[in-house]
């Protein structure tokens, strides 16, 4: 399986048809691989260093300083390593562990901060200045 491309030049277009095609990629992507590769998006390289740096200063945090802002009931803040286990209707049903020949739901194994606008989730437990401030 490789990791869908979509390409956002149509949305740049005002007379694009292809807007419909690009929201099926989307669908595509995030229901069959859970993520995309994103090309022609408009968000400068100097944007996408910064967010590359910030990710680096906050992840090498340590795991207690991290804790302070734990995901919050509407989703916001820090998620850790192997924190929740995944809730899926996807294909896989879990890994099969050879040496009882069970099926196992793995926790997940990523660790992210998770960040969304207020208008649609409601408050986040960390302030604007903490994230210049602080980290």
């Not at 949305?11 to 807007?19: I, R």
């Not at 095609?21 to 968000?43: L, P, S, W």
């Not at 049903?93 to 739901?105: P, R, W």
Request: proline share 5%.
């Amino acid at each position: 399986m490789t990791i869908p491309i979509i390409d956002l030049s149509p949305l740049w277009d005002s007379t694009s048809t292809d807007l419909s095609k690009v929201a099926q990629e989307f669908t595509c992507a995030f229901q069959d691989m859970g993520f995309a590769y994103i090309i022609n998006h408009r968000v400068p390289q100097s944007i996408i260093n910064e967010i590359f740096i910030q990710h680096r200063r906050f992840h090498a945090l340590p795991l207690e300083e991290k804790n302070k802002i734990r995901l919050n009931q509407w989703h916001r803040g820090y998620l850790p390593l192997a924190s929740y286990q995944l809730k899926s209707e996807s294909k896989s049903k879990g890994i099969l562990v050879e040496d009882t020949k069970k099926i196992v739901k793995a926790p997940n194994q990523s660790e992210s901060f998770i960040i969304n606008h207020e208008h649609f989730e409601g408050p986040s437990d960390l302030k604007e200045e903490d994230l210049y401030n602080r980290y």
